[in-house]
């Protein structure tokens, strides 16, 4: 039987997250797990309850009568790969292939031209932009940095668009502009036929509607190129089982959650990228300046669109583990 500790946290916003969610704190969880060969990992735990995840307190509660959500499955998952690399007195980034991440703009209304300057000049080629809250003014946005950068774009609706808003809004990309547009994120909730016509738009990606698409049913060509992979949520031997299938690209991003879930998300990131050198396209792991500092986050050392260090064994941070205050999880199991 696998011990469970864990820590309580709270990250801070700097602006608006996306469509979804706004500057209010999130709360998540650190877990510290032991099995019983003795080994020690970490790993993050960070609901969305806009995704349908129960909130912390709820999924506690749920793992002392012994239920394991699909999100916890994947904690487990990655503290047993941060255990296993403890063991091995190794460390996760530094022996790891290098990750180049797109630059994320979560709120288009915070950044200026200058900041894209610096962006440019720190070496990011990709911008990724959350869309879907006001349209008119992101594309005019769009449109701008295009004419002014010479940035690749990739857009995020997070499902909170519509076929007729979609159409409009690439309508008025300046000719020209359109290829380089990367890739549409979950323009509007996943339906085969309205994302079959869309992709005849612009290329599409595949993220938070995984779970809606039925693999067995559609067994002609998806409706789009990319499929977005979040570690921290999802099974990655399944999505990577049907990417290869399907011939789809790899985008593997964090879950905009806490600085380990984004060690372990560059770190398979890196496992999957010398697996599949050409599938795996430019990720999106440092969500990092999407929330205030924090002891963990200035442990990170990024280069650019690189995040290429922090000191430790496994993924790291040890330090900063050993000072915190761990709660054990008390199992319940006769309230089964
Ligand atoms: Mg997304």
Redesign the pocket.
């Known amino acids: 039987m696998i011990q469970f500790w864990y820590h309580r946290y709270m990250l801070y916003p700097q602006n608006s997250l996306s469509a979804l969610a706004d500057e209010t704190p999130r709360e998540g969880l650190l877990f510290k797990m032991q099995w019983p060969d003795q080994k020690v990992g970490y790993a993050d735990f960070f609901p969305w309850p806009e995704l349908g995840d129960m909130q912390v307190d709820a999924q506690l509660d749920e793992l002392r009568r012994g239920h394991i959500s699909t999100l916890l499955e994947q904690t487990i998952w990655l503290a047993r790969k941060d255990a296993l690399l403890r063991a091995e007195k190794k460390n996760a980034l530094t022996e790891s292939m290098k990750i180049k991440n797109h630059f994320l703009v979560n709120d288009f209304t915070q950044i200026t031209d200058l900041n894209l300057n610096e962006i440019k000049s720190a070496g990011f080629s990709t911008i990724k932009v959350k869309v879907g809250r006001s349209w008119k003014d992101e594309i005019e946005w769009i449109n701008q940095v295009l004419r002014k950068h010479s940035f690749t774009c990739r857009l995020?609706f997070?499902s909170k668009g519509d076929p007729a808003t979609f159409e409009r809004m690439m309508s008025v990309l300046a000719p020209g502009l359109k290829q380089r547009i990367e890739f549409v994120?979950?323009p509007f909730p996943w339906d085969f036929e309205a994302w079959s016509d869309a992709s005849k738009i612009a290329p599409l990606a595949l993220?938070?509607e995984y779970k809606n698409v039925n693999w067995r049913e559609h067994l002609q060509n998806m409706p789009f190129k990319v499929i977005?992979i979040k570690p921290a949520r999802q099974d990655v031997e399944e999505a990577v089982k049907y990417a290869v299938m399907r011939q789809l690209k790899m985008v593997i991003t964090s879950s905009m959650d806490h600085p380990v879930g984004i060690a372990h998300a560059v770190r398979v990131a890196a496992e999957l990228k010398k697996q599949y050198t050409t599938q795996v396209l430019e990720c999106g792991c440092l969500s990092v300046k999407s929330y205030k500092l924090n002891d963990f986050s200035t442990k990170m050392i990024i280069q650019g669109p690189y995040l290429t260090q922090i000191m430790g064994e496994g993924i790291g941070f040890d330090q900063v583990f050993q000072s915190l205050n761990w709660t054990p999880v008390q199992f319940d199991i006769k309230g089964k």
């Open positions: 995020d997070n994120e979950d993220d938070q977005v």
